[in-house]
């Protein structure tokens, strides 16, 4: 079985196959989760030709992957998040998300499905990568 992430991506970035255009909106990035690779392992098991079954070894060796790459960016995430715990308390330089720049100390972090973000002098959502200094 061999999954063509383009086509993927643009099946569920059109909302081709689903039905309805709402469940396009529901993943506006058209990222795949494991549910979704699921069901479309499933998809191709029960469309497969019964005379011609296809190759379990491939099913299991995809599977295997996903969930190797799903482990890496779980990992990359915790230590992403550990990284901005370790800000708390520190004065950093930042650049605005309004433009110019800023100095304060980092009060909290954030985590969300678009990344980690801390709040600074009561500033919410500055994003990581904003980070020029720390002190």
Do not use: C
């Not at 996903?66 to 308390?89: D, H, K, R, W, Y």
């Not at 709040?119 to 990568?129: D, H, M, Q």
């Amino acid at each position: 079985m061999t999954i063509d992430p383009a086509a993927t991506a643009h099946t569920a970035a059109s909302g081709e196959g689903q039905g309805t255009q709402a469940a396009a909106s529901s993943n506006p990035n058209a990222v795949l989760g494991q549910n979704d690779f699921l069901k479309l392992m499933i998809a191709q098991l029960q469309s497969q030709d019964p005379l011609n079954p296809g190759n379990t070894n491939e099913y299991v060796s995809e599977l295997a992957q996903f969930t190797e790459v799903e482990q890496t960016t779980n990992l990359a995430n915790a230590s992403e998040l550990s990284g901005a715990v370790q800000l708390i308390g520190r004065t950093v330089h930042y650049a605005s998300p309004t433009g110019g720049t800023g100095t304060g100390t980092v009060s909290s972090v954030q985590s969300s499905a678009e990344g980690t973000t801390v709040t600074i002098e009561g500033v919410p959502g500055i994003a990581l990568t904003a980070i020029t200094e720390v002190q």
